[in-house]
């Protein structure tokens, strides 16, 4: 009976605590990972860190002087040297180390031995960053941050710069439209790419920024966001109406900085403009985001007039995309199929669309025209997507390089609400005016009514 009592006060918080640790893994991973997975990660990676370096072959023969100090001093082994580790530093993620590469390695070395690290330190991603030369950072990512997607509490986003999803490392993945002008996104239905644009919408709807739709799904993506925007057209037709405008519009600005560009000689060379951010504030026009949706109604034709109305939108807007950035107009294109097929103009308008975003898509060669040309190996994961992931997807741009990127569940309703709540920013453009979507006036919240009338107090 006493050895049953002892079992029971031992062996019963033991269960409850190794129960409560897979309870925590597999609901709650970020707190697993601060009470356990972080102590443990850091206690391997602080014992075995020379021999694992050692053994991913991430060591240099020591130097001359170091041996001969060595055999001078003491009678211990000789062993290769790893690089320099800096201090490590937790984060509600993973861990983040600095090492200073020994003489003749490069990033490309470390980088080839990631999933050495992440199998020898017990971890579920290890990355790579270059922070200067000869010294990398190692982000030690501890679960999946992309099961159940968590945006970081810091975020600073500022004029044209968007987080609108969380990146593998968990970083968070900022559309930046000042370096990437325009950009390509691409999501079969139910892929999550109405819930990225729907985060793109809600962030720029707080910034003094002109939003323009062309939905051509009737209007049913774009439709909800009628307050904050200033121009929605639902149809090929009105698309052909407003595309000239905004043409007109650019080619104004550019009148507006050649304008200014007639400079005297004491000007300074800080006024000196090629874009209109380099005009003074109070002459600066207000930028202009162009959100298509479903682009491959614009290239879809059934008859002879309606293929010479397609020939001129596509010119218009690959005109947009090759000069409107300098005047502050940038395009979001998005679409299920983007293909050479749709006709004259596809791949030269891709090819003016500096980010691309694919999300799962039916087809290989819509992964492949989106990704195919920047980065090849980014097509197989695009590809892999499953369908019980929605708003996975892959991001990438003309730089070659890529992630893995899943955007966080946002309410329509929430979405609307910041539209409304943003609808005096929308800016005065009389161009667009005709274009102004109508906004139906929400009746006003009547009072209950309560069930007992008071009765006046009398003397």
């Known amino acids: 009976m006493t050895d049953l009592a002892t079992l029971l006060e031992v062996g019963g918080p033991v269960a409850a605590l190794g129960g409560g640790a897979a309870y925590a893994r597999a609901r709650h991973p970020g707190i697993y990972w601060s009470t356990v997975g972080l102590p443990v990660s850091t206690i391997r990676l602080l014992s075995s860190y020379s021999s694992v370096m050692e053994a991913c072959g991430l060591t240099v023969a020591p130097s001359r002087l170091r041996v001969l ?62 922070i200067k030369p000869g010294v990398v950072e190692l982000r030690l990512v501890g679960f999946d941050v992309l099961r159940r997607v968590r945006m970081p509490r810091k975020l600073h986003p500022d004029l044209l710069r968007v987080p609108v999803a969380l990146r593998e490392d968990a970083t968070p993945f900022v559309r930046d439209y000042r370096t990437v002008p325009h950009q390509l996104t691409l999501g079969a239905t139910l892929s999550g790419k109405s819930m990225y644009l729907r985060h793109l919408v809600a962030g ?70 090629s874009d209109i951010w380099g005009l003074p504030e109070h002459e600066r026009p207000v930028p202009v985001v162009l959100l298509v949706d479903e682009v491959a109604e614009l290239f879809l034709v059934a008859t002879k007039k309606d293929e010479e109305r397609r020939d001129e ?21 998005c679409g299920q199929r983007f293909g050479a097929e749709l006709g004259k103009g596809a791949t030269m308008l891709r090819a003016q669309l500096t980010g691309r975003v694919c999300h799962r898509v039916n087809d290989e060669a819509s992964a492949k025209m989106a990704l195919g040309d920047i980065a090849p190996e980014a097509v197989s994961a695009a590809c892999a997507i499953a369908p019980e992931r929605p708003g996975l997807a892959v991001a990438g741009d003309t730089s070659g390089g890529w992630s893995r990127i899943r955007t966080p569940y946002l309410s329509l309703s929430d979405a609307v609400e910041t539209c409304r709540e943003s609808a005096h920013l929308v800016p005065d453009l009389p161009t667009l005016k005709p274009f102004r979507p109508d906004v139906p006036v929400r009746p006003p919240v009547e009072s209950p009514v309560p069930a007992v009338l008071p009765r006046p107090v009398t003397d």
């Open 313 to 333: 939108m596509v010119t218009q807007l690959i005109r947009l995309a090759q000069l409107g950035r300098a005047a502050g107009i940038y395009l979001e294109v």
């Open 69 to 130: 100090a060595v055999k001078a001093t003491t009678r211990r082994e000789i062993r290769p040297i790893p690089p320099r580790r800096g201090i490590i530093r937790p984060t509600t993620t993973g861990l983040r180390v600095r090492l200073r590469l020994a003489p003749g390695q490069e990033p490309a070395d470390v980088a080839a031995s990631a999933e050495r690290l992440r199998h020898a330190w017990g971890v579920h991603a290890v990355y790579v960053t270059t």
């Open 204 to 273: 720029l709807a707080r910034q003094p920024v002109a939003l323009v739709g062309i939905d051509c799904k009737r209007g049913v993506e774009l439709a909800p966001f009628a307050s904050r925007l200033s121009a929605l057209v639902t149809d090929p037709e009105q698309a052909a109406e407003l595309l000239p405008v905004l043409v007109r519009e650019m080619e104004d600005r550019y009148d507006l900085i050649k304008t200014r560009q007639e400079i005297a000689p004491s000007t300074p060379d800080e006024e000196i403009t």
